[in-house]
Structures are given as C-alpha cells and as structure tokens.
Nanobody
Framework: VQLQASGGGLVEAGGSLRLSCVAS????????MGWFRQAPGKEREFVAG????????NYADSVKGRFTISRDNAKNTVYLQMNSLKPGDTAIYYC?????????????????????WGQGTLVTVSS
C-alpha cells in the first residue's frame, strides 16, 4: 500500500493550495480517507475526513469554511483544497486511510485508527 501526497509549498497568508494524495495497493472505495497535520513541537491533529463514498465529510473547527476535502474514487485520489491560509496552518500534511469495518465505519479524528499513511507534504504559510 502506498499513499503519495503532493501539492505542498510556500504561500503567503490569504493564499491557497491544493493537496493531492494518490493511493495504490488497496481497494480505495473501502477506505475512509483523512488529512492530518503536524506542526513543529506539536502532536499530529485531524484536519478533515471523507467517507468512502464521499457523501459524509468532517472538518476540524480550525479549518471549517476555509478547507474542502474531496475524493475521486475513479482516480484513487483524495484532495484538500486550502483557502485563506494562515501562518498557523504551517505544518506537514499527511493523508491517511482507514479501512471500513464493523468497528470503524464512520470518519474518525484519531490518528491511531488509520492504518496507512502517506509521507507528508510541507505547507508553509508566511505572514
């Protein structure tokens, strides 16, 4: 299984970036997908998650109204559109996959629930 994240970079405050994460080696439609981030000296935190069909979405309060998660099951890809970026959004962003099961069938904000992780892509927002 491989999750390949891309799209990070340096952007000024108020700018936008679109992250992508391409999954391979798994049946994508069977997985809830999430984006997490980790800033220096901080714990990894949930950003957004999308159900296997794309019909259910959750966001962290800190990004609601600014970030949009989506997925394209035909392309095995999950996206994170980030608008109105703030310096506080600076972090390494990770995509993660959680296989649907009888125990885990809704979007979960706990990183330990997710089985597979991408390598991360760095987002830096300058003030």
């Amino acid at each position: 299984v491989q999750l390949q994240a891309s799209g990070g970079g340096l952007v000024e405050a108020g700018g936008s970036l679109r992250l992508s994460c391409v999954a391979s080696g798994l049946f994508f439609r069977s997985y809830i997908m999430g984006w997490f981030r980790q800033a220096p000296g901080k714990e990894r935190e949930f950003v957004a998650g999308v159900s296997s069909s794309g019909g259910s979405i959750n966001y962290a309060d800190s990004v609601k109204g600014r970030f949009t998660i989506s997925r394209d099951n035909a392309k095995n890809t999950v996206y994170l559109q980030m608008n109105s970026l703030k310096p506080g959004d600076t972090a390494i962003y990770y995509c993660a996959a959680n296989r649907i099961s009888s125990v885990y069938y809704t979007i979960n904000d706990k990183p330990e629930i997710y089985e597979f992780w991408g390598q991360g892509t760095l987002v830096t927002v300058s003030s």
